[in-house]
């Protein structure tokens, strides 16, 4: 008997089991919640369907947010099994891969402002317009933002720009959708090896800033992750809506500089 029991949610962004949205789906899961997974294209379909089984799950469904008609091709295929649900987890990011290494006036074009803002922040709102109609009352949608969107980070470059967009959107969905009973958040995550940042330059030497900075004194995992995903899934946390809760280990509150 878990605090999910009886929700329905939809789980976007799993690439393998580093991915954010796997830890996420594990705790979903082992709080009772049914859950529906998306995959972005057929190479990752009998990977997902795997997964899908270790969930207990048979709800597989092709989505790249690229496309319109994907979206809405994924609630028409959706709807075959869940008339209605609770929710979705939204972890998706992306911008071409020369934009998060260097410089970030000398390597931003227009292309690639429009392709991260499409793919990392357009999305959250496309795929909650498409579904709105299938929504349950106490729904709720989140979505994973970085420190980048608040902070100039070197190398985050563009996505800082799409992810503070999509704290805005989180904001302005919340109120769009709070009259309907449905609430919209975001979590902020500490620095996680996933693939999205595999290809990092200094990946490694962040992960040991945070190690030794953040006031917990350690780096977060895909569970911590998941925990506070299935909180803000649950009805424990029905008056918090168009908020970004930082799971950090506290890094974003604090400060250091050279001279201490
Ligand atoms: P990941 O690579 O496992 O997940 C990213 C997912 O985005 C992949 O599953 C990929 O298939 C999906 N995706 C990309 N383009 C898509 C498209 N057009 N259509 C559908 N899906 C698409 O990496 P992750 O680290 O788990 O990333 C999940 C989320 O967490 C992202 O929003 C990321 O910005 C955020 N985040 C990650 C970290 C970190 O350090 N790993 C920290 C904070 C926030
Ligand atoms: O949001 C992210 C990364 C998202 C991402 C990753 C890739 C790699 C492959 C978006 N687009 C692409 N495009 C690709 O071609 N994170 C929060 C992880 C991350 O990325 C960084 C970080 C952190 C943390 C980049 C620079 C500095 C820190």
């Not at 979903?28 to 529906?36: I, V």
């Not at 496309?67 to 939204?90: A, R």
């Not at 074009?109 to 990392?120: G, K, L, Q, T, Y």
């Not at 506070?228 to 908020?243: D, K, Y």
Request: glycine share 6%.
């Amino acid at each position: 008997m878990g605090f999910l029991n009886g929700k329905r949610i939809l789980v976007t962004g799993i690439a393998n089991t580093r991915s954010i949205a796997y830890g996420i789906a594990q705790v979903l899961h082992r709080e009772g919640a049914e859950l529906a997974f998306t995959y972005p294209n057929n190479k990752l379909k009998l990977r997902i369907k795997k997964y899908s089984n270790n969930f207990n799950s048979n709800i597989i469904c092709p989505c790249n947010v690229s496309n319109d008609d994907s979206i809405t091709q994924l609630f028409i295929e959706l709807k075959k099994y869940w008339s209605t649900f609770d929710g979705f987890i939204h972890a998706i990011a992306f911008a071409p891969s020369n934009q998060l290494n260097g410089d970030y006036v000398s390597v931003i074009n227009r292309e690639s402002f429009i392709i991260a803002h499409d793919i990392s922040c357009y999305s959250f709102v496309a795929l909650a317009k498409a579904c709105r109609n299938m929504l349950n009352v106490h729904a709720s949608l989140v979505t994973l933002t970085y420190l980048g969107a608040q902070r100039a980070i070197p190398n985050y470059n563009v996505m800082g720009l799409a992810k503070a967009s999509l704290e805005a959107n989180t904001k302005y969905m919340a109120n769009s959708m709070g009259p309907d009973g449905i609430r919209v958040n975001a979590i902020s995550p500490g620095p996680i090896r996933t693939l999205a940042s595999s290809g990092i330059a200094n990946f490694k030497k962040m992960l040991s800033y945070y190690e030794s900075y953040a006031p917990m004194r350690k780096n977060v995992t895909i569970e911590d992750i998941g925990n506070t995903a299935a909180f803000l899934c649950s009805n424990l946390s029905a008056a918090i809506t168009g908020e970004v809760i930082y799971v950090d280990g506290g890094f974003n509150i604090t400060h250091t500089n050279k001279l201490e």
